[in-house]
Each structure stands twice: as C-alpha cells, then as structure tokens.
C-alpha cells in the first residue's frame, strides 16, 4: 500500500491478517523504513524490533536530525529475543527522544 488509510474496523482486520502472514527478515536497515515512514509525514510511528540495529549510533543521529522538532512521536516496542541490554537501552532512547513510550513484548 502506498497510502495512509483510515482506522476502520476492517483495515485494521486486514492489517492483522497481513501482520501475521509476514515473516521477519535479518536486516537491521532501519535508516531506510524510517524514511519510507517519514515521507508518508505520520503524526506517530510504532517502531516494532528487536532493537539490534547494525548502527544504534546512526539510527539515533539520523532520527535527531530528521525529527528535531518532534513532528513525528516515536513509540518503540521491544521484541525480547533474549537480546542483550544495549538494544533495549536504545529503543527506551528513541521512544524518550522522539515523544513517545517504550514496551517490551515476548517474541514468539
């Protein structure tokens, strides 16, 4: 899809649906969905990952830059792969950084 769509009862069932036929991919290219994100101009994001970017850094400098006057609140979900404390450490920091909230969830 190619557009933003209303929150109506059944799109938010076909984002169900789609969000369980999805598989998660290796790629820690945040940078690149953060942008395609950005440019749809998003009141809220809901950045949902496991937090092990290849660039934690990066990640955190490119969203200073592009959201410097918090246009765009950030929510982050955190993914418990049994991940180390740094990737939790940086999703708590860009929700607190970007206006929004950070929860953690077990992933299946």
């Given at each position: 899809m190619d557009q933003l769509v209303p929150a109506t009862n059944a799109?938010?069932?076909?984002?169900?649906?789609?969000?369980?036929a999805v598989s998660p991919r290796n790629s820690a290219d945040i940078i690149t969905v953060l942008e395609l994100a950005f440019k749809q101009q998003p009141d809220l994001i809901f950045l949902v990952t496991d937090g092990d970017f290849d660039d934690n850094q990066g990640?955190?400098?490119?969203?200073?830059k592009h959201n410097n006057k918090l246009q765009i609140r950030i929510n982050t979900i955190g993914l418990?792969?049994?991940?180390?404390?740094?990737p939790?450490?940086?999703?708590?920091?860009?929700?607190k950084q970007n206006g929004g909230v950070y929860s953690k969830r077990k992933a299946e």
């Open positions: 799109n938010k069932e076909k984002l169900a649906r789609w969000a369980m990640v955190i400098d490119w969203l200073t418990d792969r049994d991940a180390a404390e740094g939790e450490r940086v999703l708590k920091q860009i929700a």
